[in-house]
């Protein structure tokens, strides 16, 4: 099993993302809020500086909300990104809307997010081949233009996508090459890992087309009782509300066999990549956090 670290600093992303590659980690990853109730970093400028602070380890946003962005500004931002990091770029995108103010501010009415996505998507699967296109839809036109310069990876970077609804599972089964939920249990996982790969059959494509992948909220710490506690007070304060009820089945808590045991879990759900949002309530704890999972998650990841 893959594992990634989530960069929530932009701060601290280069010693950060040195500390990743260094410790042997597959990825890092950013996720994005323009807005929101915690700080948001945006994805494409924290990675681009964790590119060039490193040189093997894969760059995966977790995710960039596709719909607050024009498609094409978004395919450049995206193809610049995969050239600057020499093709280790992965474009994990997603819907947002739990925080209206965000898609306000850039004009963009939530209830539209979905076909922005969906065409969004077709955009960029255009504009990343290399060729002059031209497209007219609700959102967008192009005129016989072309990416340039293109992508480093033939056909753009791999789009990670996540969701859970019937919407969701068909436009992964139709665009993801990783489907990445969160917020779900192992056994939920499976079963719409499924979906999304006869979703990939009904498109045409093949269902090992799309790799399974989790991101989870997680604290490991060798006190079991004070990592779910403090696991619990991050998330409650990040979406203000209560995730004690919730814990169990979203979160990944505990002393580092139980976090192990928790995501070989996830691993037979078909989740080849584990992100993990580490969180705990001070530096020092996060510290000390990353250190366990660092030291005794990793390789027995790593092992098989």
């Given at each position: 099993m893959k594992l990634g670290l989530s960069l929530a600093s932009a701060a601290s992303v280069i010693a950060d993302a040195r500390f990743a590659e260094e410790a042997g980690f597959d990825f890092v990853a950013v996720g994005e809020h323009l807005f929101f109730h915690s700080p948001g970093p945006?994805?494409?400028?924290?990675?681009?500086?964790?590119?060039?602070?490193?040189?093997?380890?894969?760059?995966?946003?977790t995710v960039s909300l596709l719909p607050l962005y024009p498609a094409a500004l978004a395919a450049k931002l995206a193809a610049t990104l995969d050239l600057v990091s020499g093709g280790r770029f992965e474009f994990g995108v997603?819907?947002?809307?739990?925080?209206?103010?965000?898609?306000?501010?850039?004009?963009?009415?939530?209830?539209?997010?979905?076909?922005?996505?969906?065409?969004?998507?077709?955009?960029?699967?255009?504009?990343?081949?290399?060729?002059?296109?031209?497209?007219?839809?609700?959102?967008?036109q192009l005129r016989d233009v072309r990416?340039?310069?293109?992508?480093?990876?033939?056909?753009?970077?791999?789009?990670?996508?996540?969701?859970?609804?019937?919407?969701?599972?068909?436009?992964?089964?139709?665009?993801?090459?990783?489907?990445?939920?969160?917020?779900?249990?192992?056994?939920g996982l499976a079963e719409s890992l499924a979906d999304v790969r006869a979703a990939a059959v009904e498109a045409g494509r093949a269902p090992t087309d799309v790799r399974g992948a989790i991101f989870a909220f997680a604290c490991c710490d060798a006190n079991a009782a004070w990592a779910r506690q403090a696991g619990i007070d991050a998330v409650s304060a990040n979406y203000q509300q209560d995730f004690t009820r919730l814990a169990d089945r979203y979160l990944i808590l505990g002393d580092p066999h139980q976090v192990i045991a928790r995501l070989r879990e996830y691993q037979r759900g078909g989740a080849e990549v584990a992100i993990l949002h580490l969180v705990a309530p001070e530096p020092d704890d996060a510290q000390r956090?990353?250190?366990?999972?660092t030291e005794q998650v990793l390789p027995e990841l790593q092992r098989g």
């Open positions: 945006n994805p494409f400028v924290q990675l681009a500086a964790a590119a060039g602070a490193t040189s093997r380890i894969r760059l995966v946003s997603g819907l947002g809307g739990e925080y209206p103010p965000e898609f306000e501010a850039v004009g963009v009415d939530p209830a539209a997010r979905f076909r922005r996505m969906d065409e969004a998507l077709y955009v960029l699967r255009l504009l990343f081949s290399g060729d002059r296109v031209s497209f007219d839809g609700p959102d967008m990416l340039d310069p293109p992508p480093v990876q033939p056909g753009g970077p791999p789009i990670w996508l996540g969701g859970r609804k019937s919407g969701a599972v068909r436009r992964a089964g139709r665009f993801a090459h990783t489907w990445m939920p969160y917020m779900m249990t192992p056994s956090v990353l250190e366990t999972v």
